[in-house]
T-cell receptor, first 119, second 113 residues
Framework: AQKVTQAQTEISVVEKEDVTLDCVYE???????LFWYKQPPSGELVFLIR??????QNEISGRYSWNFQKSTSSFNFTITASQVVDSAVYFC????????????????FGGGTRVLVKP | AAGVIQSPRHLIKEKRETATLKCYPI?????VYWYQQGPGQDPQFLIS???????DKGSIPDRFSAQQFSDYHSELNMSSLELGDSALYFC????????????FGQGTRLTVV
């Protein structure tokens, strides 16, 4: 069975501070995708990033960056120079690549981390 | 760009009533997923369809049923509603490929009173 754990339930920062969100996952599969989604107060789920299990290269996209370490089953996400508009709940999610061809991108979500950015 | 459309956006029902939620996927997306997100919870997978056939099933109550139609839109039917069914219901769609993410609709907020 797959499991995603986000140990931080809430993080509060002041604008322009960096925020790092932790994500640890469990899967018996050797191939999988990892995602980060953002859920602002309006409720929609906004896709942020995707990484497959073959690619441990860490990247930066604008103010977002991520650190994927397969050896520790972690997929951490950082927002640099946070802004008030970054205030939201952030979900880490996992999908089984093996299953994708049969059943699509069924996602297992972590419990979410609420980020509050104060002006 | 076209997104996943869900209707209605908000729905209030009484206990034991029936509700039908609709989802219109992004054009050329052949896979639809339904998720339920209770208050303060993470989204939980309910069911998915590929090419109008059920492709996977999660923790969906027997009181719920769903289908995907020939135009690829999907409907989630919920009967004998309970207070605990109050939640945000998301539909997502994706093409049947490995290298893509699922795109979520804005959700339907169901309140059972």
């Amino acid at each position: 069975a797959q499991k995603v754990t986000q140990a931080q339930t809430e993080i509060s920062v002041v604008e322009k501070e960096d925020v790092t969100l932790d994500c640890v996952y469990e899967t018996r599969d050797t191939t999988y995708y990892l995602f980060w989604y953002k859920q602002p107060p309006s409720g929609e789920l906004v896709f942020l990033i995707r990484r497959n299990s073959f690619d441990e290269q860490n990247e930066i996209s604008g103010r977002y960056s991520w650190n994927f370490q397969k050896s520790t089953s972690s997929f951490n996400f950082t927002i640099t120079a946070s802004q008030v508009v970054d205030s939201a709940v952030y979900f880490c999610a996992l999908s089984d690549l093996r299953m994708i061809k049969a059943a699509g991108n069924k996602l297992t979500f972590g419990g979410g981390t609420r980020v509050l950015v104060k002006p | 760009a076209a997104g996943v459309i869900q209707s209605p956006r908000h729905l209030i029902k009484e206990k034991r009533e029936t509700a039908t939620l609709k989802c219109y996927p992004i054009p050329r997306h052949d896979t639809v997923y339904w998720y339920q997100q209770g208050p303060g919870q993470d989204p939980q997978f309910l069911i998915s369809f590929y090419e109008k056939m059920q492709s996977d099933k999660g923790s969906i109550p027997d009181r719920f049923s769903a289908q995907q139609f020939s135009d690829y839109h999907s409907e989630l039917n919920m009967s004998s509603l309970e207070l605990g069914d109050s939640a945000l219901y998301f539909c997502a769609s994706s093409p049947q490929r490995e290298d893509t993410e699922a795109f979520f609709g804005q959700g339907t907020r169901l309140t059972v009173v």
